[in-house]
């Protein structure tokens, strides 16, 4: 009777073990979907930056065929539609003797792994049109596939002022004054500036007279002191030209950003710098954006609900690996819709905006997380707790700070919050549960009146809340 009792003992342990182990399995799955759908909100966000540059860039398979194009199909610098390269190989798009440029291209990144570029041109729309093409191995690590990425510019206005130079300086100067490119020449051994064109001069602000005898290092900021004269001579030993990123100190003593092309030609004798940039600040900004764009709600700035899951997984993830508590606070503004119907969505709007600033002003950075989780809902991930009566002191710390006046188009309007709690890992251990917790206990705050919190407890059920 002992041994069948004891046999009873260790299957209840068994099946408590193996409960725990199916709660941690759930929890690596849903994170492992979580990091999924983060990669993929981010490959999205990056398709579209891509889509927002200059360049043209493409995904060419292992096979040499053209798999993907990332830009607008309707722009208009496009001299062939994408449907005519798509799917094929770069022998069925490129004439012959370019193909084999390409081809020979890909070899060497399959050889050496680095980036390979070159320039080439074509005759297309009746025109000479020039351009440098960019190729680096693409691997995507959420899925098993590789190829090359294929990055191409048109450089026709570079090759054009290159032969101006070559047939006359007289002719080179007209063309390189009209040019919308901003450019100047400058010694290779001394670094000083001969000459600019307007498009240079507006860019920083500079006079023609006021660039000549300026040194590369007095215009080129050089983060971290980096050397980027050296960094220019070095490719150039490797390459008939350098394509970098570096920033212009202009003469009010602001910098732009700029990317920058430099080759070296023939002038007046003896061989000097030729360098062409590109202003890229609006690309900056429109990286900028975008990012801003994926995380953050419009109206408040805080973070919105699509990116706090991926910062909950990485705060549930971090709890797990130190063994720490965090808290989770899902917040609702009581009898919100009343004030959204009797005084119009616009001030409902900045009245949203105004408790987002106060939520803000207790965050703790780098611990803390706050979010609006939609309508008027927000949600407060508290890191780093070592009792449930530390969230229980910051909840009433927010109830504190709803509960004040809020002063919006010179009215006093007065509202209040219920507030449900959940912490980890003592309520729930996986992200999905948790929230679910903090919701189900603020709706128990709400059912008792409202302008209060709840700490969630494992008898709370839906079914008891009153109708």
């Known amino acids: 009777m002992k041994d069948k009792e004891k046999t009873k003992?260790?299957?209840?342990?068994?099946?408590?073990?193996?409960?725990?182990?199916?709660?941690?399995?759930?929890?690596?799955?849903?994170?492992?979907?979580?990091?999924?759908?983060?990669?993929?909100?981010?490959?999205?966000?990056?398709?579209?930056?891509?889509?927002?540059?200059?360049?043209?860039?493409?995904?060419?398979?292992?096979?040499?065929?053209?798999?993907?194009?990332?830009?607008?199909?309707?722009?208009?610098?496009?001299?062939?539609?994408?449907?005519?390269?798509?799917?094929?190989?770069?022998?069925?798009?490129?004439?012959?003797?370019?193909?084999?440029?390409?081809?020979?291209?890909?070899?060497?990144?399959?050889?050496?792994?680095?980036?390979?570029?070159?320039?080439?041109?074509?005759?297309?729309?009746?025109?000479?049109?020039?351009?440098?093409a960019k190729i680096s191995p693409f691997k995507s690590p959420a899925?098993?596939?590789?190829?090359?990425?294929?990055?191409?510019?048109?450089?026709?206005?570079?090759?054009?002022?290159?032969?101006?130079?070559?047939?006359?300086?007289?002719?080179?100067?007209?063309?390189?004054?009209?040019?919308?490119?901003?450019?100047?020449?400058?010694?290779?051994?001394?670094?000083?500036?001969?000459?600019?064109?307007?498009?240079?001069?507006?860019?920083?602000?500079?006079?023609?007279?006021?660039?000549?005898?300026?040194?590369?290092?007095?215009?080129?900021?050089?983060?971290?002191?980096?050397?980027?004269?050296?960094?220019?001579?070095?490719?150039?030993?490797?390459?008939?030209?350098?394509?970098g990123e570096s920033k212009y100190r202009k003469k009010d003593g602001s910098s732009v950003e700029v990317e920058v092309s430099v080759?070296?030609?023939?002038?007046?004798?003896?061989?000097?710098?030729?360098?062409?940039?590109?202003?890229?600040?609006?690309?900056?900004?429109?990286?900028?954006?975008?990012?801003?764009?994926?995380?953050?709600?419009?109206?408040?700035?805080?973070?919105?609900?699509?990116?706090?899951?991926?910062?909950l997984a990485n705060q549930l993830a971090m709890a797990r690996r130190k063994k720490t508590k965090f808290a989770l606070l899902y917040i609702d503004l009581d009898n919100f819709k009343e004030i959204n119907d009797s005084l119009g969505h616009g001030l409902g709007d900045k009245l949203l905006k105004a408790v987002a600033g106060r939520l803000s002003s207790i965050v703790r950075r780098e611990i803390d997380t706050l979010a609006r989780m939609g309508g008027d809902e927000y949600m407060f991930i508290l890191g780093d707790i070592t009792m449930a009566e530390d969230a229980e002191k910051i909840t009433e710390n927010v109830l504190s700070m709803v509960r004040k006046p809020f002063k919006i188009e010179d009215i006093k309007h007065h509202i209040t919050a219920s507030i449900g709690i959940s912490i980890y890992p003592e309520d729930e251990t996986n992200y999905e549960n948790l929230i679910k917790a903090a919701d189900l206990a603020m709706y128990f705050a709400k059912a008792g009146g409202g302008n209060s919190y709840k700490r969630y407890k494992q008898d709370m059920a839906i079914k008891d809340l009153p109708r």
Not at 70 to 86: G, T
Not at 183 to 211: H, W
Request: aromatic letters at 12%.
């Open 143 to 243: 899925r098993d596939y590789f190829g090359y990425v294929c990055d191409i510019r048109n450089i026709t206005s570079r090759k054009y002022i290159e032969e101006a130079l070559k047939e006359s300086e007289e002719r080179y100067r007209a063309v390189m004054q009209q040019s919308i490119g901003c450019i100047f020449l400058a010694d290779i051994e001394s670094q000083v500036i001969l000459e600019a064109n307007k498009a240079m001069q507006r860019l920083v602000g500079y006079t023609s007279e006021e660039l000549s005898g300026l040194s590369i290092d007095n215009l080129i900021i050089n983060p971290g002191k980096k050397d980027i004269y050296r960094e220019i001579l070095r490719t150039l030993k490797e390459h008939l030209y350098f394509i």
């Open 9 to 132: 003992e260790q299957l209840l342990q068994d099946l408590s073990e193996l409960r725990h182990k199916l709660s941690e399995f759930e929890t690596a799955v849903i994170e492992m979907k979580l990091k999924v759908k983060s990669f993929e909100k981010n490959e999205e966000n990056l398709h579209s930056l891509l889509r927002s540059m200059d360049d043209l860039v493409f995904i060419i398979g292992l096979d040499g065929t053209f798999n993907r194009f990332y830009q607008e199909s309707s722009r208009e610098d496009l001299f062939v539609s994408p449907k005519e390269f798509l799917g094929k190989h770069i022998k069925d798009v490129f004439p012959e003797d370019i193909a084999y440029i390409f081809q020979r291209a890909l070899n060497a990144v399959d050889a050496y792994g680095k980036t390979q570029d070159f320039d080439y041109f074509m005759v297309l729309k009746d025109k000479k049109q020039w351009f440098n």
């Open 263 to 311: 080759n070296i030609i023939e002038y007046q004798g003896k061989k000097v710098f030729c360098v062409v940039s590109r202003d890229i600040t609006p690309r900056r900004l429109s990286e900028e954006q975008l990012t801003r764009a994926a995380t953050h709600d419009a109206l408040t700035g805080l973070l919105n609900r699509q990116y706090v899951y991926e910062r």
